[in-house]
């Protein structure tokens, strides 16, 4: 196992927007987090990559809740969010987006977002049918699709916008629960080139606004983005470093980059 120095001590000494520390996630005899630790500071883009079932996604299911570990600890901007519910660690500031989208597809692109922004002022996701006619809630989700974009497709069913278009529908949704910390499961799964560019300078535009943590196998965009990068294999993390670092590192460079394209 390598151990890649961390640098910008300065940077290290501030709070964590994310800190995990000995995370571990069992499914029978499968060791799908291994004592995971894992920092992402204020305003940067922490990239987490890896081979096919190395446990990326179980990691994000971990932080949002959505799965239980079995030992270790979860902090965001200092506080432990162990107990809380998927609901409330989206109170707490975490958004996360995901490999496969998750829209209201027979809804408008401008709906979807004000439900987000809904949610986000404390209602209920039942609730969300008189969105459509609250123009404070509607003139809020203009903002989120200007920043992502869409302001031209507001008026369009979900159903009809590309793949490309959904995923920055996604990214509105996220970014309108006003998070601190973005959970972004392989935002370029499906694009195409002109869309990934298109993607990267979304999300680059964003950097230092929210901290992020980037799951991707597409490494021209880990590389265009990433702050910082830590590379998840069988569970465990191998080495985390700058982009350089993780290039040169010969454990990374066996285990993950000489293999050629990797999956989720």
């Not at 290290?12 to 995990?20: D, G, I, W």
């Not at 520390?21 to 500071?41: M, N, P, Q």
């Not at 940067?44 to 030992?71: C, F, R, V, W």
């Not at 990267?200 to 597409?218: A, F, P, T, Y």
């Amino acid at each position: 196992m390598s151990a890649v120095a961390e640098k910008a001590p300065e940077q290290a000494a501030a709070t964590p927007s994310l800190a995990v520390r000995g995370l571990v996630k069992s499914f029978g005899g499968l060791i799908a987090s291994d004592h995971i630790d894992l920092t992402v500071r204020p305003g940067e883009i922490h990239a987490l990559i890896g081979p096919n079932g190395a446990g990326k996604t179980t990691l994000i299911s971990q932080l949002m809740g959505e799965l239980t570990p079995d030992a270790g600890t979860i902090e965001v901007e200092g506080q432990s969010i162990d107990a809380l519910s998927t609901a409330s660690r989206v109170e707490r500031g975490l958004a996360r987006t995901f490999q496969i989208t998750c829209l209201l597809p027979d809804y408008t692109v401008r709906d979807n977002v004000a439900v987000a922004v809904q949610v986000r002022q404390g209602h209920s996701f039942r609730f969300w049918k008189p969105v459509a006619k609250d123009e404070a809630l509607r003139r809020q989700a203009e903002t989120y699709l200007a920043a992502t974009g869409l302001a031209e497709r507001a008026d369009e069913l979900v159903a009809n916008l590309s793949h490309g278009e959904q995923k920055q529908l996604e990214l509105a949704v996220a970014l309108a629960t006003e998070p601190r910390l973005l959970l972004l499961d392989e935002p370029m799964a499906g694009l195409g080139h002109a869309e990934s560019l298109q993607m990267i300078e979304m999300l680059r535009g964003l950097k230092n606004q929210v901290s992020m943590l980037l799951v991707e196998h597409d490494m021209d965009a880990v590389f265009a983005l990433a702050d910082r990068i830590s590379v998840l294999v069988y569970g465990r993390i191998i080495a985390s470093g700058t982009v350089d670092e993780i290039r040169d590192d010969p454990d990374v460079r066996t285990a993950y980059l000489g293999e050629g394209d990797a999956g989720c």
